[in-house]
C-alpha cells in the first residue's frame, strides 16, 4: 500500500523566515493534495497538484510536484503567524476510479512572532 | 455557498454504547468519504458513498458502517464503542470523487469513556 512521509516532522521558524516541507511517497503519485490544519479542527484545502511538473501559488504559498522523484514540495515564502498549524499532504493511489486519499502524518509549523 | 457540515462537533459516550455521526455535503457533491484522525495513526479512511453506493472501504472493523442518502447526506455509525474509538471523525465531500478535490468540514470529536 502506498505511504507518504512527510519531513519534517515539526518546524520553527521566525516570522518572516522562509520553509519548504516535504512529501514523498512509497509509490507513484497520481494526484497530490495539500491541507492545513489547526489543532482539533477540520482540513483546509490548499492546492491539488496533477500533473508532473506542475506548480501551483496561493498568495505566499507555492507547491510543486516532481512525478519521477514521486516528491511534492511546499513553500512558504515570508512566514506569519497565521500560518502556523498542521500541513498535510495526501495523494491518490491510483490514476481515476474513486480511491481514498492516503494522507502523510503531518508537519506541525510554528511561526514566532 | 455552505461548506461541509458535520454534527454535532463533540460528542462523549459511553464504552459498548453506539454512535451516529452525521455529514452534509456541499450542495452538488454527490461523494462523501470519512476519515479517522488520532495523535497515533494520523488520518486513516473509513469508506467513501456516491450515489447512496459504498464505492471504498478501508480497513476498519465491521462496527464501523455508514449510509448515504439520495439527498447526498451521509452518516457513518460505530456500534460498540472502544476506548480506541475516540477520535477526530472527518468527512469529505467532492463533486465525483478524486481528481476533482476533497472539502473536509470540521469533524466531530468523539470521546469514549
Known amino acids: 500500500s502506498q505511504e507518504l512521509e512527510q519531513s519534517p516532522q515539526s518546524l520553527i521558524v521566525q516570522e518572516g523566515k522562509n520553509l519548504t516541507i516535504n512529501c514523498t511517497s512509497s509509490k507513484t503519485l497520481y494526484g497530490l493534495y495539500w491541507y492545513k490544519q489547526k489543532y482539533g479542527e477540520g482540513l483546509i484545502f490548499l492546492m491539488m497538484?496533477?500533473?508532473?511538473?506542475e506548480e501551483k501559488s496561493h498568495e505566499k504559498i507555492t507547491a510543486k510536484l516532481d512525478e519521477k522523484k514521486q516528491q511534492s514540495s511546499l513553500h512558504i515564502t515570508a512566514s506569519q503567524p497565521s500560518h502556523a498549524g498542521i500541513y498535510l499532504c495526501?495523494?491518490?493511489?491510483?490514476?481515476?476510479?474513486?480511491?481514498?486519499?492516503?494522507f502523510g502524518k503531518g508537519t506541525k509549523l510554528t511561526v514566532n512572532p | 455557498k455552505a461548506g461541509v457540515t458535520q454534527t454535532p462537533r463533540y460528542l462523549i459516550k459511553t464504552r459498548g454504547q453506539q454512535v451516529t455521526l452525521s455529514c452534509s455535503p456541499i450542495?452538488?457533491?454527490?461523494?462523501v468519504s470519512w476519515y479517522q484522525q488520532t495523535p497515533g495513526q494520523g488520518l486513516q479512511f473509513l469508506f467513501e458513498?456516491?450515489?447512496?453506493?459504498?464505492?471504498n472501504k478501508g480497513n476498519f472493523p465491521g462496527r464501523f458502517s455508514g449510509r448515504q442518502f439520495s439527498n447526498s447526506r451521509s452518516e457513518m455509525n460505530v456500534s460498540t464503542l472502544e476506548l480506541g474509538d475516540s477520535a477526530l471523525y472527518l468527512c469529505?465531500?467532492?463533486?465525483?470523487?478524486?481528481?476533482?478535490?476533497?472539502?473536509f468540514g470540521s469533524g466531530t470529536r468523539l470521546t469514549v469513556v
Open positions: 497538484l496533477q500533473k508532473g511538473g
Open positions: 458513498y456516491f450515489s447512496e453506493t459504498q464505492r
Open positions: 450542495s452538488g457533491h454527490r461523494s
Open positions: 495526501g495523494a491518490a493511489p491510483t490514476q481515476g476510479g474513486s480511491e481514498k486519499l492516503v
Open positions: 469529505a465531500s467532492s463533486l465525483a470523487g478524486q481528481g476533482w478535490g476533497y472539502t
